[in-house]
């Protein structure tokens, strides 16, 4: 992989900084679109074929080698999304005459449905952590885990944060916390996240609670039991499965972005408009919130037979006598 690299490193690199400063991307994101190129190259490369003598036909035999890897079909369509990128990106510099990228397509990948709890279930989730945070029978560490689970539940229904960003928030910025306040999310992009009332007051017990029984510093809202950093993704997973789990629930659906969807499908479902939703859940493209519109057919049965005015005409009428 480092014969490739060193050969087109500064290729690489032009085109990475080119769209780092174009749409702000995140370090993750542009090592991925890194690893995508590199790995394109190399293969082409064992094939004694540079970058320069890469055709529309070869780039197809590409694509189908990853398709017989058994790669999704996300993951493929990502691939032709950065190799076109990176293309487009040389042929625009000038730097080969021909584009191979230009009628490639994507493979067709059909849209699943997010996994949403239902208003019940979230509502189970939250008041049964806090029941067993105030459980006096378990030990403190254990506590405290349910702890822990009822902020980040209240804090992730409340608000449509992504798990990433709530774990990076720090005690400092929530010291004067009223209703809103800006955060720095995907892609450094800044958004506005407003919380409830109780939300907040959940945060204030929770601050309270960690300062009375860690003795080491750390500014992070919900630090790693060694108090040196915030805890992990991982963790918090385990430990909403672990719940789940207690609760007769089913832990596939039970996620921290099942609850930032059921955030996002619970108020569209209570008359939240999409362009508000957009701007709360921090999309940079309509299209991504727009998927929450895929309602059941039984809720949009039951919005005709309610809120149609020809429906509610006919209810007033005595149509038998018609």
């Not at 694509?63 to 076109?84: A, D, G, P, Y």
């Amino acid at each position: 992989m480092s014969q490739i690299f060193d050969k087109n490193n500064g290729l690489i690199e032009n085109f990475l900084s080119s769209k780092y400063l174009e749409n702000g991307l995140a370090k993750n994101t542009i090592k991925s679109y890194e690893k995508d190129i590199i790995l394109m190259l190399n293969w082409f490369y064992k094939r004694k074929i540079i970058y320069n003598e890469i055709n529309e036909q070869e780039l197809s035999k590409y694509f189908s080698f990853l398709k017989n890897k058994q790669q999704s079909i996300s993951s493929i369509n990502r691939k032709i999304s950065v190799i076109k990128g990176f293309f487009n990106f040389l042929y625009s510099e000038k730097i080969i005459i021909s584009n191979p990228t230009y009628n490639l397509i994507g493979m067709r990948n059909k849209k699943l449905l997010p996994n949403v709890l239902s208003e019940k279930e979230i509502n189970f989730l939250i008041s049964e952590s806090y029941k067993n945070y105030k459980n006096n029978k378990l030990k403190l560490n254990e506590r405290k885990v349910f702890f822990r689970l009822h902020v980040i539940l209240e804090i992730l229904y409340s608000t449509g944060l992504r798990i990433s960003e709530l774990l990076n928030l720090k005690i400092s910025s929530t010291n004067s916390l009223k209703d809103k306040f800006y955060i720095r999310g995907k892609g450094g992009t800044q958004r506005l996240i407003v919380f409830t009332s109780r939300s907040i007051n959940v945060i204030k017990l929770w601050v309270e609670f960690i300062k009375r029984n860690n003795d080491k510093k750390n500014d992070f809202l919900f630090p790693d039991n060694k108090n040196k950093k915030n805890v992990s993704r991982q963790i918090i997973f385990k430990d909403l499965k672990m719940l789940a789990n207690k609760l007769d629930l089913d832990n596939k659906k039970v996620t921290p972005h099942s609850i930032r969807h059921s955030f996002a499908t619970h108020l569209l479902n209570r008359g939240a408009d999409l362009r508000s939703l957009q701007k709360m859940l921090g999309h940079a493209d309509i299209s991504t919130t727009e998927i929450y519109t895929q309602v059941r057919q039984d809720r949009l049965l039951g919005l005709v037979k309610e809120s149609h005015p020809l429906n509610n005409i006919f209810k007033k009428e005595d149509i038998k006598n018609a």
